[in-house]
């Protein structure tokens, strides 16, 4: 995988009998050599894709997308009723040694390790260790974000990480609900073009995954370190990016911290959090204004869905941020009958 480039994959453009094996070779070069086997099968017989309906027409559907950040992958990976396996066979083929957080996005999935079993539904984060034997069972069609670490990246030790695999951490509450968002954001990110790989923020993430294992370890208050609350802010900020009223108060209140602490932060990271809740609003609306599946909505409607209720206020905000008006840069991604 080359630095920065998201890689996609998608079954849906290959012939229907070559799409489950082609979907878990995909998932093995994204990720460590696993086995998979339609859900219900047997673990020790990989199977071939499934297919259902009368007329036999409907096929195993999978994508995978991954994008290497420098000190850690991030993919998502969405399938059918699967189930996928690391045994010790495929862990002598292939051991790079590494950790994987993953965030259940859609469905519901089992994952067991060293004795433990984590059931997981939407917004909940379990991690796991690619150097021992682990399952993961997906009942139904489903979706993952998952961020491989190499091992020296994580800041706990072997010892405390195997004391936490196959544990489910909600991501409806404290650092869990941070760590789901942010993880999360950048899933949403991986399909809109790439999540940019900045060392600094891809540390803020790993800071915040750190934060996240440790409370588990460490069920005590504790200080959340700077990188914490700036990966915590920009994660609200990215959740609630077509509020209106998202405001430096807002965001500054939501990480229990004053407005000014909130401003010094990102001062020290080069930015303001105003400039950066502009920016990612334009990033969305220049991805949705570019996507061919939107040619037909209103530019207005775009501006309102990433905060701008006022359509005049919106086309000079981004004639101001980008040199043209949402209209042009319309036609200039799609063509003038876009425009």
Same mark, same amino acid.
């Given at each position: 995988m080359?630095?920065?480039?998201?890689?996609?994959?998608?079954?849906?453009?290959?012939a229907?009998p070559?799409?489950?094996?082609a979907w878990?070779?995909?998932v093995n070069?994204?990720f %460590?050599p696993l086995?998979?086997t339609?859900h219900?099968?047997?673990?020790a017989t990989?199977?071939?894709p499934?297919?259902?309906?009368?007329?036999?027409s409907?096929?195993?559907r999978?994508?995978v997308?991954?994008?290497?950040?420098?000190?850690?992958a991030?993919?998502e990976v969405a399938g059918?009723p699967?189930?996928?396996?690391?045994d010790?066979?495929?862990?002598?083929?292939?051991?790079?040694?590494?950790?994987?957080l993953?965030?259940?996005?859609h469905?519901?999935?089992?994952?067991t390790?060293d004795?433990?079993e984590a059931a997981l539904?939407?917004?909940d984060?379990a991690?796991?260790d690619?150097?021992?034997p682990?399952s993961?069972?997906?009942?139904?069609?489903?979706?993952?974000f998952v961020?491989?670490?190499?091992?020296?990246r994580?800041?706990?030790t072997?010892?405390?990480?195997?004391?936490?695999?196959a544990q489910?951490?909600?991501?409806?509450h404290?650092?869990g609900?941070?760590?789901?968002?942010l993880?999360?954001?950048?899933?949403?990110?991986?399909r809109t073009?790439g999540?940019d790989?900045?060392?600094?923020?891809?540390?803020?993430?790993?800071?915040l995954?750190?934060a996240?294992?440790?409370?588990r370890l460490?069920?005590?208050e504790? %200080?959340?370190?700077a990188?914490?609350?700036f990966?915590?802010a920009?994660?609200?900020?990215?959740?609630h990016?077509?509020?209106?009223g998202?405001?430096?108060?807002? %965001?500054?209140?939501?990480?229990h911290?004053s %407005?000014r602490?909130?401003?010094q932060?990102?001062?020290e990271?080069g930015?303001?959090?105003s400039?950066w809740?502009?920016?990612?609003?334009?990033?969305e609306v220049?991805a949705?204004?570019a996507?061919?599946a939107?040619?037909?909505?209103p530019v207005a409607?775009i501006?309102a869905q990433?905060g701008f209720?006022?359509?005049s206020?919106?086309a000079?905000?981004f004639?101001?941020?980008?040199g043209?008006s949402?209209g042009e840069?319309r036609?200039r991604?799609?063509?003038p009958a876009?425009?």
């Amino acid at each position: 995988m080359s630095s920065g480039a998201v890689e996609v994959f998608d079954a849906a453009t290959l012939a229907a009998p070559d799409r489950f094996d082609a979907w878990q070779e995909a998932v093995n070069t994204a990720f %460590v050599p696993l086995r998979a086997t339609l859900h219900g099968g047997d673990l020790a017989t990989p199977a071939l894709p499934a297919r259902s309906g009368d007329d036999g027409s409907s096929a195993f559907r999978g994508v995978v997308r991954s994008q290497d950040l420098g000190a850690a992958a991030a993919t998502e990976v969405a399938g059918g009723p699967v189930t996928v396996w690391r045994d010790r066979a495929t862990i002598a083929d292939a051991d790079p040694g590494g950790y994987k957080l993953g965030v259940q996005l859609h469905g519901y999935s089992v994952l067991t390790q060293d004795g433990r079993e984590a059931a997981l539904t939407p917004g909940d984060l379990a991690i796991y260790d690619t150097t021992r034997p682990y399952s993961l069972d997906f009942a139904d069609e489903f979706s993952m974000f998952v961020l491989l670490i190499p091992r020296d990246r994580l800041g706990l030790t072997p010892r405390q990480v195997a004391g936490l695999t196959a544990q489910r951490i909600s991501g409806r509450h404290g650092l869990g609900a941070l760590a789901s968002s942010l993880l999360t954001g950048l899933g949403r990110q991986l399909r809109t073009g790439g999540v940019d790989p900045d060392p600094r923020a891809v540390h803020a993430v790993l800071e915040l995954v750190d934060a996240t294992l440790m409370r588990r370890l460490e069920p005590v208050e504790a %200080v959340p370190t700077a990188d914490v609350v700036f990966a915590g802010a920009t994660a609200y900020i990215d959740a609630h990016l077509g509020l209106p009223g998202l405001s430096v108060e807002s %965001v500054a209140a939501a990480q229990h911290v004053s %407005v000014r602490y909130l401003q010094q932060l990102f001062a020290e990271r080069g930015s303001t959090p105003s400039s950066w809740i502009r920016r990612r609003r334009m990033d969305e609306v220049s991805a949705a204004l570019a996507d061919p599946a939107q040619a037909v909505r209103p530019v207005a409607a775009i501006g309102a869905q990433w905060g701008f209720p006022d359509a005049s206020g919106f086309a000079r905000a981004f004639k101001a941020a980008t040199g043209t008006s949402p209209g042009e840069y319309r036609a200039r991604h799609l063509g003038p009958a876009a425009g």
